[in-house]
């Protein structure tokens, strides 16, 4: 059975404690060079610690990768592009802003493929963060998760994996947002949603979105909790989403903090790819 990675809810909550083991010993993860693996990838715009720590992973696993630039950028139907491309390819590993069009390809595929980001979903960057979140902090299910900002494809990916992992999270709405998202976990009251909060994410600002009142604060980080960590999914912009002074405070949690990215996008690749050959 192929098993794709598109959505953080493509996988259980069981699936993701999968992935989160074999990160654990990502050293020892290596395919043998009888099997003769190859990865396609290919990266819409400038990917740097995605592309950088995938291309990391699959060298290590003893895949041979290639990058075939604008792979869904033909305007071949993916049926065929699927149907060629299917022979010479055992996993993609695809960045593209059309997020319909990559879920139409791994519909058609025979081969596992990860979304290494969409327009819809950044999952690859989530599911890492959320591994160095237990890793240095513990419990998952212990913790306050404060998302911060307009919905975008990253903060998309945190609603999805706090749903699958049962976590306490709120994300913080600008008021603009309020009325087209209504649940249970979203809501505009600043202080509420800070308080005692041990993980606060943010993300850059669409291009529709300039209120910089809505940027994170030092004085925001008051009513967290003292050891709290402040993740902003990088390129972050200190003009708007986040302020300098966080970035050299005690609440950043620093540049380590995304090394896990390559342990985690390692095992992804070697769970996918050892579940599709069974």
């Not at 699936?15 to 043998?32: H, N, P, V």
């Amino acid at each position: 059975m192929v098993k794709n990675f598109i959505k953080i809810d493509d996988f259980s909550a069981d699936e993701i404690q999968q992935i989160f083991d074999r990160a654990d010993k990502a050293d020892q993860l290596k395919f043998s060079a009888d099997m003769a693996l190859t990865a396609c990838y290919s990266f819409e715009g400038n990917s740097l610690r995605t592309r950088a720590t995938f291309i990391k992973a699959l060298s290590e696993l003893g895949i041979t990768a290639f990058d075939i630039p604008n792979f869904l950028k033909t305007s071949e139907g993916v049926q065929h592009l699927s149907g060629y491309m299917d022979h010479w390819f055992d996993i993609y590993i695809l960045r593209d802003r059309n997020h319909a069009r990559m879920v139409s390809f791994a519909e058609s595929t025979q081969r596992p493929m990860i979304n290494a980001m969409s327009s819809d979903a950044h999952p690859c960057e989530v599911i890492a963060d959320v591994y160095s979140v237990q890793k240095e902090k513990g419990d998952l299910k212990s913790l306050k998760f404060c998302i911060m900002g307009p919905p975008t494809n990253v903060l998309n990916s945190w609603q999805r994996i706090g749903k699958v992992l049962g976590l306490n999270f709120v994300h913080l709405l600008p008021e603009e947002y309020a009325e087209k998202h209504k649940a249970d976990f979203y809501t505009t009251n600043r202080e509420e949603a800070l308080r005692d909060a041990d993980v606060i994410l943010t993300d850059a600002w669409n291009s529709d979105f300039d209120d910089k009142s809505f940027q994170l604060t030092l004085n925001d980080l008051k009513t967290a909790n003292p050891d709290a960590w402040v993740i902003p999914c990088p390129p972050f912009n200190v003009e708007n989403e986040i302020h300098p002074e966080i970035i050299f405070s005690e609440y950043f949690a620093g540049y380590g903090q995304k090394k896990y990215l390559y342990h985690v996008q390692k095992a992804l690749i070697y769970y996918l790819l050892s579940e599709s050959t069974q």
